[in-house]
């Protein structure tokens, strides 16, 4: 009889965890692109103390990954081996005034209501989030930014729990942030933070929030299968120009498409699976690479196994 990695890794004191332990959970349910297999286990702590406990049980050699709202990710049709973490809203999804223009809110509340809550206080400078469609862990993680805005403009502290179950408080200069990116250290889990804007007017910050929401209506493809951006911004000129200019708007692989309304976008136009997916980024890298010379950067994360062959870039006409 095969035994579950519950039974595996936490044995008898599973009973200690008081939170949501799934084993074989399909990650293309929480992901954006509606790709991924399945992780092993997957743990929904109910709170950072939960978390901390569970890694302090989990044996050392056990990978974990956290996912947040999956709108940044590309989960391999193998799906990942060992622990998934996923934040839920219940523990992890509260926002709270802590006075003049702090917050103070947890890493599942989603971008958006960030923007919504900060505006309701007449807290300026989070108007950015509001066309973001992740949650705050991800954005922690991604430095997440937009219209001129990105995450290390309000991040004072960061609350995180390590590998070995320690409950950490991390300072601005701690995250390292540059360009979509922390250098933070990749086995945290942020659990919440505590962000600062500046004074300002509702109706100001309002009237910003729907300017963004219709620059990203007419801009991009907000309602299709998507990871977002799929390459980081190279020095002096922005990836959708280098995809352009290497012929690659509307370039498919099997079910996946660069999308022709942005074409930094890749899109699911259905049956895509992730192998469809990053060949065709895969793909595009080497087309631009060939005709600008610049190589472009994932800025989507790539997680998780390979079901068949790993990938070869696809170099012909459309598939
Ligand atoms: C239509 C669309 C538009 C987008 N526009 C923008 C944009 O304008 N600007 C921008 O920056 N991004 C944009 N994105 C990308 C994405 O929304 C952001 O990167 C977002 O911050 C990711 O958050 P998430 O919760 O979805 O994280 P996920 O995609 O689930 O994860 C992203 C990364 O963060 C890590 N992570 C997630 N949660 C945690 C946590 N609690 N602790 C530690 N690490 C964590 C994951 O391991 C992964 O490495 C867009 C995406 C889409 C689909």
């Known amino acids: 009889m095969s035994v579950s990695p519950v039974e595996q890794w936490l044995g008898a004191r599973a009973g200690e965890i008081r939170g949501r332990l799934i084993p074989g959970q399909l990650l293309a349910s ?8 399945p992780a092993e286990l997957m743990f929904q702590p109910q709170d950072a ?12 050699e ?11 990710l590309l989960v391999r049709d ?7 973490i996923r934040l839920p809203m219940k523990g992890f999804g509260q926002v709270s005034h802590l006075g003049g223009t702090r917050l103070l809110a947890g890493a599942s509340v989603p971008d958006k209501k960030l923007a919504e809550f900060a505006a309701k206080h007449a807290i300026a400078g989070f108007s950015f989030l509001t066309g973001i469609p992740g949650a705050l862990g991800g954005a922690l993680r991604m430095n997440a930014g937009a ?7 309000l991040v004072r502290k960061v609350f995180a729990v390590n590998r070995q179950g320690v409950q950490l408080e991390l300072s601005l200069e701690d995250m390292g942030y540059a360009y979509r990116h922390s250098s933070a250290g990749a086995d945290l889990i942020f659990t919440g933070a505590e962000l600062e804007g500046t004074a300002g007017d509702e109706d100001d910050i309002r009237a910003q929030m729907a300017e963004v929401v219709a620059h990203r209506e007419k801009a991009q493809p907000i309602r299709e299968k998507t990871g977002g951006s799929t390459f980081k911004n190279p020095e002096g000129t922005s990836a959708w ?8 708007r509307g370039f498919c692989v099997g079910g996946a498409k660069m999308s022709d309304l942005h074409c930094n976008f890749m899109l699911n136009t259905g049956d ?15 087309k631009a690479l060939a005709a600008t010379g610049i190589k472009l950067e994932w800025e989507i994360k790539r997680l998780g196994k390979f079901v068949d062959a790993p990938i070869e870039p696809f170099l012909g006409k459309e598939s």
């Open 30 to 37: 929480v992901t954006w692109f509606r790709v991924g297999g």
């Open 49 to 60: 103390d939960d978390l901390a406990l569970f890694f302090q049980l989990l044996p050392a």
């Open 62 to 72: 056990v990978p974990v990954t956290v996912v947040g709202l999956g709108s940044n």
């Open 78 to 84: 193998g799906g990942i081996d060992g622990v998934v």
């Open 147 to 153: 219209h001129g805005g990105e995450l290390k403009d």
């Open 241 to 248: 120009k280098v995809v352009d200019a290497a012929g690659c």
């Open 272 to 286: 895509a699976s992730a192998h469809d997916l990053e060949t065709l980024g895969e793909s595009v890298r080497a």
